[in-house]
């Protein structure tokens, strides 16, 4: 018999590590496909030509293709929408877990997981039917559609990832901490915020994680309230992210242009792994800390 449950354990480990093998087979495999396809773009415009130049007319009589408006772009983006969405995220998720009343817990729970199950291209069209008009009165200015508007978009977009994981690491945090903490004097509130949020931290970090890759890698909603234009980045001014840059001219594109593509597909996924690199260092160093 034990033999048997060895040999199973066994049989579910090496399951377990093929598909963990797989997973990172297919980064591997993303990784070259973008090398080896976004190389000789870079090669006959240039590196620093194709990162620094500030104009993108690819379909121009004499093509030019600098793309730092879009990497501009998508900084300032995502840089907004986690000023934005994180606070939000951040305190829904304290108040769900430490304060809220189980009635008003289980509506708030049920609209968070509503959002996180809606598609982006319906964010993106309630934001250019309601947003973009809206930005365009409040502020009299000739076209709504803009970073602001993409800034809010994303950031109502990272809210569930950011409110389910952080809910999730807040409740993890053992009972007997609060219970101490109270006992020592702290009213509920220190005790949450000095106690409960320390003990979570790294959760909130993994969310913080998380949101930022649904706002780098968004297009769709994006390219809908963004103006699509490749202007370099102002609040009120019509933009296009790296995303959208792709997504835009891909279907039409051949030649250089096509392989400029693909080499702006290379910065993304390259912009993504330095993010995901530091966050992850910064935790694993304050954790050792």
């Given at each position: ?103 008003i817990r289980s ?48 950031a109502i977009m ?132």
């Amino acid at each position: 018999m034990k033999n048997k449950n060895q040999a199973f354990e066994n049989f579910v480990h090496g399951i377990f590590l093929i598909l963990g093998l797989i997973t990172v087979g297919c980064v591997l495999l993303i990784t070259v496909y973008l090398v080896i396809a976004g190389i000789p773009a870079l090669r006959e415009i240039g590196l620093i030509k194709f990162l620094f130049g500030k104009t993108w007319a690819s379909t121009a009589a004499e093509p030019q293709y600098g793309i730092l408006p879009f990497i501009l772009t998508s900084v300032y983006g995502t840089a907004g929408a986690i000023v934005l969405g994180v606070p939000i995220g951040f305190m829904t998720a304290v108040f769900l877990a430490k304060m809220a009343p189980a009635k008003i817990r289980s509506i708030v729970e049920e609209a968070v997981s509503l959002l996180a199950g809606i598609p982006s291209v319906v964010y993106g069209l309630v934001g250019m039917l309601v947003l973009v008009p809206g930005i365009r009165s409040i502020f009299h200015i000739p076209d709504g559609s803009s970073l602001l508007a993409a800034i809010i978009v994303l950031a109502i977009m990272i809210l569930p990832s950011i409110i389910k994981v952080s809910l999730t690491a807040l409740e993890a945090v053992p009972k007997e901490y609060e219970d101490a903490s109270l006992a020592l004097g702290a009213t509920p509130v220190e005790t949450y915020f000095k106690v409960s949020v320390p003990a979570a931290k790294s959760g909130i970090a993994a969310a913080v994680v998380l949101g930022v890759g649904r706002a780098i890698g968004e297009a769709m909603a994006v390219m809908m309230v963004s103006g699509n234009v490749p202007n370099m980045p102002g609040l009120f001014q019509s933009v296009r992210f790296l995303t959208t840059a792709v997504a835009s001219e891909m279907s039409y594109s051949a030649g250089l242009q096509r392989q400029a593509l693909f080499s702006i597909a290379l910065v993304l996924f390259l912009f993504i792994m330095l993010i995901n690199a530091t966050l992850n260092f910064l935790m694993k160093r304050e954790k050792d800390n």
